[in-house]
């Protein structure tokens, strides 16, 4: 068996392009334009990149830019402040406060800050809360954007086995209540499950997202399983993720690459989000 690629960037176009018409309508119906916030505290080369290309991507979609640039050394009360007058902004649809900020501030504070109809993101607590709870909301992109690819490949969900890899509150946690949600029965493993072969290897749906570069092997992964690999990792060898890709995509029937996987579909996701926090806030 040589499994078929699942391409993010593909996916991820035509949810882009799904927005912008969406977009326009919205506006064409007499509605205000959604507007996303970006807020880059500092000149962090990474998140600056990271940034740039989230404004660039609305820009395209249509929605307004509305980035807010402080400095490297303002305190925890001028971004306080700063986001407290983009929460009351009714042209601000969206917040999105890019981490990791500069040591003197609390970025877990700052976000929390953040309205639950503005968040983007989907990681306030209020956000994973709902989220917890199966209530409608804002969801955080990354795991949005690997149900998006299950769904665009047509994966049963229901019913299915699920093994996700990597508690994080970013990503492993979210994805493993997203695909609970859809009736899929679901295990998190982590640094501590003993016998993590045996674990993975019982999955029909094997999501990785833990941070080691190339974890995963083909003893890990059932005959004909779908493995989504979230993890982007820099050696020496380039961009790998937390999957032995060559070694899993002869026993997978769908594995995503890394890069060019679920990477794309995180901004995408985040352009559906703003959109969808216009017309929460319109309601």
């Keep these: 068996m040589t499994a078929a690629i699942i391409d993010g960037k593909v996916v991820g176009a035509k949810v882009r392009a799904a927005v912008a018409a969406d ?26 990149v990271y940034v740039a290309s989230k404004r660039k991507a609305c820009v ?18 001028a971004v306080v402040e700063l986001i407290q007058q ?22 877990s504070e700052l976000t929390a800050l953040i309205p639950a109809k503005k968040d983007v993101d989907g990681l306030t607590p209020v956000s994973a809360g709902l989220l917890a ?5 804002l969801r955080p992109c990354t795991p949005s954007g690997v149900i998006e ?7 049963q969900i229901e019913g299915a086995e699920a093994v996700v890899v990597g508690r994080s509150d970013l990503v492993g946690k979210p994805v493993a209540q997203m695909l609970l949600q859809r009736s899929a029965t679901v295990t998190i493993a982590h640094s501590r499950t003993r016998d993590l072969e045996g674990v993975c290897s019982r999955a029909d749906i094997l999501v990785a997202a833990v941070g080691v570069p190339r974890l995963l092997g083909a003893g890990h992964v059932k005959a004909g399983a779908v493995v989504i690999d979230v993890g982007i990792n820099r050696t020496d060898a380039g961009l790998v993720g937390d999957v032995d890709f060559e070694a899993v995509s002869a026993v997978a029937s769908l594995i995503t690459p890394v890069p060019g996987g679920v990477g794309p579909m995180t901004i995408a996701m985040l352009l559906r989000n703003t959109l969808i926090a216009a017309e929460l806030q319109a309601q």
């Design 23 to 48: 977009v326009a309508a919205w506006v064409a119906a007499g509605n205000r334009q959604p507007g996303l916030a970006t807020v880059l505290v500092g000149d962090d080369p990474a998140s600056a």
């Design 60 to 77: 395209e979609a249509g929605i307004a830019d509305l980035h807010q640039h402080l400095p490297g050394d303002s305190s925890q009360e």
């Design 86 to 107: 983009l929460a009351a902004d009714p042209a601000v649809s969206g917040i999105l406060l890019q981490l990791p900020v500069p040591k003197q501030m609390h970025g």
């Design 133 to 137: 709870l199966g209530v409608p909301g």
């Design 149 to 155: 690819l299950l769904d665009h490949h047509g994966v």
